[in-house]
């Protein structure tokens, strides 16, 4: 799961800069609150893919060993029992994002707690 929290973590950190970048009236902290309640595209495009490549998608997948971590497989049990078979058969982009989504309220919260 570090390899997922990892990614999740900077490509919150690219919203939030972006952001930041073009309304100067929003905060670090309103940001990520924002962003607890709504992730947007922060993870993928309208398509539900953040690569846009199902190839780029299953490497890293497979390089952070994501289908067979316990902590990911856990994230997914909360949701139901067949939430991870029924997305693993979406393919490897809805995958990956949906795996981002799911922990994007921990990495979120982590982010906000280093705020105050």
Same mark, same amino acid.
């Given at each position: 799961?570090?390899?997922?929290?990892?990614?999740?973590?900077?490509?919150?950190?690219?919203?939030?800069?972006?952001?930041?970048?073009?309304?100067?009236?929003?905060?670090?902290?309103? /940001?990520?609150?924002?962003?607890?309640?709504?992730?947007?595209?922060?993870?993928?495009?309208?398509?539900?893919?953040?690569?846009?490549?199902?190839?780029?998608?299953?490497?890293?997948?497979?390089?952070?060993?994501?289908?067979?971590?316990?902590?990911? /497989?856990?994230?997914?049990?909360?949701?139901?029992?067949?939430?991870?078979?029924?997305?693993?058969?979406?393919?490897?982009?809805?995958?990956?994002?949906?795996? /981002?989504?799911?922990?994007?309220?921990?990495?979120?919260?982590?982010?906000?707690?280093?705020?105050?």
């Amino acid at each position: 799961m570090e390899d997922y929290t990892k990614l999740c973590r900077e490509l919150i950190e690219d919203e939030v800069s972006e952001v930041l970048n073009y309304d100067k009236d929003k905060t670090r902290k309103e /940001l990520l609150e924002d962003l607890l309640e709504d992730t947007g595209n922060t993870f993928g495009n309208l398509d539900g893919s953040r690569t846009m490549s199902t190839y780029d998608a299953q490497q890293f997948i497979d390089k952070s060993g994501a289908i067979w971590d316990e902590d990911i /497989l856990n994230l997914f049990s909360v949701i139901g029992d067949d939430y991870f078979t029924e997305t693993l058969k979406r393919g490897a982009e809805t995958l990956d994002v949906v795996i /981002l989504e799911l922990l994007s309220h921990q990495v979120i919260s982590e982010m906000l707690e280093e705020i105050k």
